[in-house]
């Protein structure tokens, strides 16, 4: 149930998504001078080095989801053998990835600010803010279900599948914030290059 439930929610964040993505399109087709001048103030490096960072965390989370499907929580070797990892290893490990890519936000938002790019200035300045800012909100939300589960970990006496479980429901949450970033990063960031 916990599965379905959660796939119905991302349903629903799907369509969010949608009304914010509606909105970069609605504002290229109205104001295109205002969107193509904006958008060339974008860090499209830094961007492309932190979508990298964040796609490879859903790689690292997916190896742990086999981890905990396997119930092995926690590591059955050394710190640098990676093929001895358990789940928690490799949450630990999506969860700092993940906390880069906020911290790459944060600086690009950061630095736009200081160009004149802020949600108040216009409308580009707000769909920016609201569409990336809520996907960090969302990327921060996993962050935490992370350590959740983590904590999980470790606190149980013994690792059943009620924790795999978690943690499988954990990734395809995160799994749907990567994809999100995806669609988002190709609209934001490369859309206006190629038009």
């Known amino acids: 149930m916990v599965s ?10 799907l369509m969010f998504f949608a009304g914010l993505f509606a909105m970069f399109f609605t504002l290229r087709s109205t104001q295109p001078e205002m969107w193509a001048s904006y958008s060339a103030e974008l860090d499209i490096f830094l961007a492309t080095v932190i979508t990298v960072i ?3 965390s859903s790689f690292t989370a997916q190896f742990g989801v086999f981890a905990a499907e396997r119930h092995q929580p926690r590591r059955t070797g050394g ?3 990676v093929k001895s990892w358990g789940m928690v290893e490799w949450y630990i490990l999506s969860f700092l990835l993940g906390s880069i890519f906020i911290a790459g ?9 200081t160009h004149g ?11 920016f803010y609201i ?17 959740y589960v983590i904590a999980r970990a470790y606190y149980s006496v013994k690792f059943t ?11 395809y949450y995160w799994h749907f914030v ?8 190709g609209v934001v960031y490369i859309l206006p290059l190629l038009i």
């Not at 936000?105 to 600010?113: C, D, G, I, K, M």
């Not at 790019?117 to 769909?127: D, R, Y």
């Not at 990336?132 to 279900?145: D, E, P």
């Not at 795999?164 to 990734?171: F, G, P, Q």
């Open 4 to 13: 379905v439930g959660t796939m119905v929610w991302l349903t629903s964040e």
């Open 178 to 185: 990567d994809v999100v970033w995806i669609a988002l990063f």
């Open 105 to 113: 936000q944060t600086y690009e938002f950061a630095v736009l600010v």
């Open 161 to 171: 599948s009620k924790e795999a479980h978690a943690a499988v429901v954990i990734s």
């Open 117 to 127: 790019v802020t949600i108040q200035a216009n409308a580009f300045g707000s769909a």
């Open 79 to 81: 710190p640098w053998q």
């Open 54 to 56: 964040l796609v490879s």
């Open 131 to 147: 569409t990336t800012g809520f996907h960090g909100l969302h990327v921060l939300g996993g962050l935490f279900a992370f350590l």
